[in-house]
């Protein structure tokens, strides 16, 4: 199926593992030029060179999402760089939950600054090149859990709630520019986030994956590129219809449609 990518130009948050590199990854192997922006270098450098090594056409920006001035740069760095931007994956921020008594305030504010204020400014800085393209496609992730959030989830199940209303406002008042929003609901995926949650746990990533898996439909953990194919296909013109929508992918998972 020819998904009309080619040539476009995709800004991804949080890029340099997971999700967001498998996302470059997918998105790249269907002609889009990609940046990419993460806190750390080093792993933002070795992305770059895998993605490179593939064939993709890349930027890397060492730049933190929940700082505005950061992500300004980043935004202005792949439009200097590219000449356009047609979609923005706003993927960065973890998953980190606790008791709401173990939650203290400076927590809840780095929580909402990367989950909601850091998708807040991305938008503001892509909406304009958007709007003066004729359109474009922003993606948010949040977790499936958010929709049906349960005890000990804080602070994060707040916050990625907080990004997918977002995105369904964002979806009413873009539409008339061709500017399309959508949510991705992440489930239990395989991610090194997981992997350094084994490793507190005093299990191996196996044994973690098989104990997180239980509770999941499916019976298995998900992968990053079934994150990033359902992103992909969002963004591309076989979703031209699709806007102001929340697509689970969490192998059955979540309680909710």
């Known amino acids: 199926m020819e998904l009309g990518l080619t040539g476009k130009v995709a800004a991804i948050t949080g890029g340099s593992e997971g999700i967001g590199k498998a996302t470059a990854q997918r ?5 889009v ?18 993605l490179e090594a593939a064939g993709a056409t890349v930027l890397a920006v060492a ?3 929940a700082k505005p001035e950061d992500m300004a740069r980043f935004i202005e760095a792949t439009v200097q760089r590219f000449g356009r931007i047609d979609i923005l994956v706003n993927n960065a921020g973890g998953s980190g939950q606790a008791a709401f008594d173990a939650v203290d305030d400076q927590r809840w504010r780095e929580d909402v600054e990367v989950k909601l204020f850091a998708p807040i400014q991305g ?3 892509v909406v304009p090149h958007m709007k003066k393209q004729g359109g474009g496609n922003i993606i948010n992730l949040t977790m499936a859990a958010a929709a049906t959030p349960g005890a000990a989830q804080f602070p994060t199940v707040v916050s990625r709630q907080a990004g997918a209303t977002l995105a369904k406002a964002l979806s ?16 239990k995926i395989k991610t090194p986030q ?8 005093g299990r191996t990533i196996d044994e973690h994956y098989a104990a997180n898996a239980k509770s999941v439909p499916l019976g298995r953990m998900g992968e990053p590129e079934d994150i990033a194919n359902a992103i992909v296909w969002l963004v591309s013109d076989a979703a031209n219809y699709v806007t102001g929508t929340c697509i689970n992918v969490d192998g059955g998972l979540s309680g909710v449609l």
């Open 194 to 201: 997981q992997e350094r949650s084994a490793q507190r746990l």
């Open 33 to 50: 030029s990609i940046a990419i922006c993460a806190r750390r270098p080093e792993p933002l450098a070795k992305a770059a060179r895998e």
């Open 123 to 125: 938008v503001r800085c």
């Open 27 to 31: 998105l790249a192997a269907e002609g």
């Open 172 to 187: 009413k008042e873009l539409a008339p520019h061709n500017i399309r929003v959508n949510v991705v609901c992440v489930g």
């Open 63 to 65: 730049a933190d999402a």
